[in-house]
């Protein structure tokens, strides 16, 4: 991949990058359609990547259809698709991680601990073997996106990193390919999770700028649903992540809530 992209680079040819775990659906699409519109050569990588997984989280369990994920990259005008396995990416003895400090304690990395060192790690690898000049990162994965903006920023990484709007189902539910576990019953209760920021966004719209009324009123919602589990409710700066106690500035609205077994995450800014 790395003597590839060499190649590509010394003939002046711009790289556009999406990374992906795979089981792909229209929201990784879209940021391929994104990316495509912006580079001469599309990779699209392909890694369920073991560094990201906690030690109570069944990486095993995770859904792969390569041949389906191929055939949709073909279709989507990708020129490679990047397929290592986990021996060829991680030395046995490695010993090298990269952590964020500032961004990654809250939110899904309080529930996750360790899992953004392995979000780092992973790109920041792939980002030396595939040699983008620009990739694309859903805004689903909000508080992962800024990381890696921050990543790139910090580390003078030389890639432009692109944000890709969240894609939804026709029922408002945010795409994943972790919607696959839900049962039909269950399917329809993760609606809370678009129905829950709906509540906010329409109390915001109404004057309300209090945090604590906000996510009340979310919680309230949750709770009233079958098999819901809240992980957390944050609403934290849009930038630094920080809790806000009263909305002075635009702000992030970010949620993980379990369905049955599931986890799923979806979020929306509050813009001032």
Request: charged letters at 25%.
């Amino acid at each position: 991949m790395q003597q590839r992209a060499l190649e590509l680079k010394r003939a002046g040819r711009r790289i556009g990058f999406v990374p992906t775990m795979g089981f792909l659906h229209e929201g990784h699409l879209s940021l391929m359609r994104l990316a495509r519109e912006r580079c001469d050569v599309l990779v699209v990588s392909i890694f369920v990547n073991p560094a990201q997984f906690g030690p109570t989280e069944d990486i095993e369990a995770y859904p792969r259809d390569f041949r389906r994920d191929e055939a949709l990259c073909e279709r989507e005008g990708v020129a490679m698709v990047f397929y290592p396995s986990a021996e060829n990416m991680y030395a046995a003895d490695a010993s090298v991680w990269i952590d964020e400090e500032a961004l990654s304690g809250r939110l899904c990395g309080a529930s996750r601990p360790g899992h953004f060192r392995g979000v780092c790690t992973v790109v920041a690898k792939l980002f030396n073997l595939v040699l983008p000049d620009l990739a694309v990162f859903g805004e689903k994965d909000a508080q992962q996106l800024r990381i890696i903006e921050r990543m790139v920023r910090d580390l003078n990484i030389p890639v432009e990193i692109v944000r890709g709007p969240i894609v939804r189902e026709a029922d408002g539910l945010a795409m994943s390919s972790r919607n696959k576990y839900l049962s039909g019953n269950q399917r329809e209760n993760a609606l809370c999770l678009r129905r829950s920021l709906d509540q906010a966004l329409a109390l915001f719209g109404q004057g309300e700028h209090d945090a604590a009324v906000l996510r009340q009123a979310m919680v309230d919602l949750i709770e009233c649903v079958s098999e819901a589990e809240i992980d957390y409710i944050g609403i934290v700066d849009e930038r630094s992540l920080a809790a806000v106690d009263e909305i002075k500035d635009d702000v992030l609205i970010a949620l993980a809530v379990k369905i049955g077994n599931t986890r799923l995450i979806d979020n929306a800014v509050l813009h001032l």
